[in-house]
């Protein structure tokens, strides 16, 4: 019988049972790179451990963290969270909490005793570090989980380096910092204080270490020529902030002129209001170009810290100094007006930057130096065979984050050179741009506020002045993460095709698309919340 001529296609052959033949264009799942990692310093996969932590499975959230950041209690707590002005979240309504987040994890760690797991194997090479600071024991971190023999040397009498020494309580708490770096020492990591290294080539012959990583962190105040009498007394700011670690604190009388405008003007402005002082700061430019976060001016600021703006001071007694107010010209740079004020000061705190001490190198052939720093190639080693360099040694931004970073990069070259291989870095997947969400999936939830503690306490102690988020509102905070760029199995890919094309591969396997009935309309990847599906040519 023959066929309706409308019927052209015979039932068993290929086109009768496929859809899909005159697609020009057909749609493909990829990861895209969440700009909250590609932002993050110190190298967290963020959206990782925070898919996680929105199921409730904290320690294994903690545990994705570790693998690139063995701080998180810390890093959640001096971390300036960059990876959030970053957030696709924040041009919605408002960035994910991920600093919140992090911190909880942390302290969650540190409540219920969370370990690293022990090193089984061992590479029979030895590396020596020189600082154990936040680079240092980053650095010292990674290299044992390699397998490597790790001896840490700091001239100092506690871990944590400039974490300790330049960071005051009230930001980081000091039974934070030892509970992270002891774990790090609970995994096979020698750690040796006060021992300064005075020649690194010295140190390695005489400990058999195949390999150094330097990691001495910025310690020396730098220093300002301000005319002052024999009785002005004139202190740096990293001393004071070390003399606090100590029995005898600082005596810095009641009126304490802060002289610098960035975060360790701040610190010691505020840890001298704490210590029932009066600071002044003194800075030359404007708030808005003072190099210090903003949120730390403000903080200063509501406990009673007073600033002078275009200020800079000319000459320092016994008991004042005199400062001079400055103008701006019109290219926005302050010029001195020769108008001057008098302060009563018992104390000037300089607070103009920090140096690195570079003694330890001044026999390394091939090793250059250049405008205090150490100069470095990609991989993070001198110019001497071996010897690798990071945190405020090299040049870069001087913070925690940076420097953890620059710890585990480190590691990875040192195992690779050690091994006698070669890097072979893997391209980075394409940026998961807020244009490629469909937002329209996700709920509103607002952002969760850390609490702060309360102005007059602030004032007075010591204590923790930013507070962390419970269990409930952690998780919800780590929900509002809208997995930029990478499949979080919604099935909305499933439910909108026509053309059932979709294939479900079970929970945590994703889907792959059936391109025999697949027309290419590319529906899903307008209905994919995330971004994880796009359109490529059709293979010819």
Known sequence: MDKPFAITLNPGSSLANHTGSWRTMRPIYLDRL?????????GEDIQGWLFHAESGNYEKAWRHLTRENPFPAIMGRVCYHTCESACNRGKLDEAVGINSVERFLGDEAIKRGWKFAPQETESGKKVLIVGAGPSGMSAAYHLRRMGHAVTVMDAGPYLGGM?????????????VLDAEMQRIIDIGVTVQLNSKVDSVLDSMQ???????FLAVGAHIGKRAAIPSGDAAKIVDAISVLRSMEGEDKPMLGRRVVVYGGGNTAIDVARTAKRMGAEPIIVYRRTRDKAPAHDFEIEEALQEGVMVKWLSTIKQAGDSSITIEKMALDDDGFPQPTGEFETLEADSVVLALGQDVDLGLLNDVPGLGV?????????????????IFAGGDMVPDRRNVTVAIGHGKKAAK????WLRGESVHPEPKHDLALFERLNTWYYSDAPKTVRPTLDIIRRQSTFEEVQGGLNETNALFEARRCLSCGNCFECDNCYGVCPD?????????KRFKFNYDYCKG??????ECPCGAIKMVPEEN
């Open 34 to 42: 969440p700009p909250c990692n590609n932002q993050c310093p110190a």
């Open 163 to 175: 974490m300790r020494f330049g960071i005051p309580k009230y930001r980081l708490p000091r039974e």
């Open 206 to 212: 005489a400990g058999g270490f195949d390999a150094a």
């Open 370 to 386: 250049k405008d205090g720093v150490v100069e470095v190639g990609l991989n993070m080693m001198t110019g001497h065979p071996g």
């Open 413 to 416: 070259n040192i195992d690779v």
């Open 500 to 508: 059932n094309a979709v294939i479900k591969l079970g929970p945590g």
């Open 521 to 526: 309309c590319g529906m899903c990847v307008s």
